[in-house]
């Protein structure tokens, strides 16, 4: 973190693109805000978009503007994110979940400063400086064909890893202070001490949310103690060993076991003259790599999307079509 945070002041001098690598939680769009505020553009905007909460259109139209009538809904001009951080800072969070057409406008904006709103043909000059975040291995998304080396490039500058928390436990303490601090504040509440067996807890936690879930579980612990300690009762079976999390990885999957047996199952299923046995076999794999990829993103439909390598719309077609798009599908 100490090389964080030196990478942190030096690239802020300059106007150079920095690339935020880390896992979700890790705390990028802190340092992201950190970069603009000890730049010489600390004084104008610093605005945030998060690209992997919108479709492909929604994102263009977020990014770089409409003109009226431009597509059905847009009634008035609107100006884009880009325009709204000129002399400022753009974050970008989630960069790995834009669609290759989207990166190629990325591309020339971040090499010519300049772009035309959705339906109009005036071209617009901003000054603006571009921070990313991927909380994927970028490199491996150009390799894999899903992102732009050119723009990968482009954007990594000055990349910065954030390490995951549990690969710097030392701070967890100071973490704890630090959130104790800010929600006491929030709650007009009094919690000053912690359990010696609820901070062994925590420091031996796995971590998968990172920052964000130990924040979290501050949060909850000040809100929900009925005296000036924090207690073991406070915290969730998972902190406490109790239940084992969810991880926000992708579990291990065993494929080659998988298809034999999902193989074996239409199999036994098939009638005598079944001529469509082969997209049988191939949905089941594909319906169960779904179930699994949604179960490892806690079903958030973006991130399992995402993963998966496809958009929100195809996911959604799948769901439909799988029967997993009720909250009391079968898995």
């Known amino acids: 973190?100490?090389?964080?945070?030196?990478?942190?002041?030096?690239?802020?001098?300059?106007?150079?693109?920095?690339?935020?690598?880390?896992?979700?939680?890790?705390?990028?769009?802190?340092?992201?805000?950190?970069?603009?505020?000890?730049?010489?553009?600390?004084?104008?905007?610093?605005?945030?978009?998060?690209?992997?909460?919108?479709?492909?259109?929604?994102?263009?139209?977020?990014?770089f503007g409409h003109v009226r009538g431009a597509f059905t809904g847009a009634i008035e001009n609107r100006t884009g994110r880009f325009e709204a951080a000129h002399t400022g800072t753009l974050f970008l969070d989630e960069i790995n979940s834009t669609t290759p057409k989207l990166q190629?406008?990325?591309?020339?904006?971040?090499?010519?400063?300049?772009?035309?709103?959705?339906?109009?043909?005036?071209?617009?000059?901003?000054?603006?400086?571009?921070?990313?975040?991927?909380?994927?291995?970028?490199?491996?998304?150009?390799?894999?064909?899903?992102?732009?080396?050119?723009?990968?490039?482009?954007?990594?500058?000055?990349?910065?890893?954030?390490?995951?928390l549990r690969e710097r436990r030392e701070d967890i303490s100071e973490l704890i202070g630090h959130f104790l601090n800010i929600y006491n504040e929030k709650n007009d509440s009094y919690v000053v001490h912690i359990e010696k067996k609820a901070l062994e807890a925590l420091q031996d936690y796995h971590w998968p949310g990172n920052v964000r879930e130990l924040q979290n579980y501050i949060e909850r612990s000040v809100v929900m103690a009925p005296g000036d300690e924090l207690t073991c009762d406070l915290l969730p079976d998972t902190v406490l060993g109790q239940r084992r999390p969810r991880s926000s990885r992708l579990r291990e999957v065993d494929l080659e076991t998988l298809s034999f047996e999902l193989v074996q199952q239409a199999l036994s299923t098939a009638g005598p003259q079944e001529d469509s046995l082969y997209t049988k076999v191939v949905n089941k794999i594909e319906r169960e790599l779904i179930v699994q990829v949604l179960a490892s993103c806690d079903d958030v439909q973006i991130k399992a999307a995402a993963r998966l390598g496809i958009n929100r719309n195809t996911l959604h077609k799948k769901l439909k079509?799988?029967?997993?798009?009720?909250?009391?599908?079968?898995?």
């Open 1 to 63: 973190m100490q090389r964080v945070y030196q990478l942190t002041r030096q690239v802020a001098k300059s106007n150079a693109s920095v690339l935020l690598l880390g896992e979700t939680g890790t705390g990028k769009e802190l340092i992201a805000e950190a970069v603009h505020r000890l730049s010489p553009r600390g004084s104008g905007p610093f605005v945030r978009v998060n690209c992997g909460a919108l479709s492909e259109s929604l994102l263009e139209s977020e990014l």
């Open 104 to 164: 190629v406008k990325l591309l020339r904006v971040l090499q010519e400063r300049e772009f035309e709103r959705v339906g109009d043909t005036q071209t617009i000059r901003v000054d603006t400086r571009v921070i990313a975040a991927s909380n994927r291995d970028l490199l491996e998304e150009v390799e894999a064909d899903r992102f732009r080396e050119d723009l990968y490039y482009r954007l990594n500058v000055v990349p910065i890893h954030l390490p995951p």
């Open 321 to 331: 079509e799988y029967g997993l798009d009720s909250a009391d599908a079968p898995s």
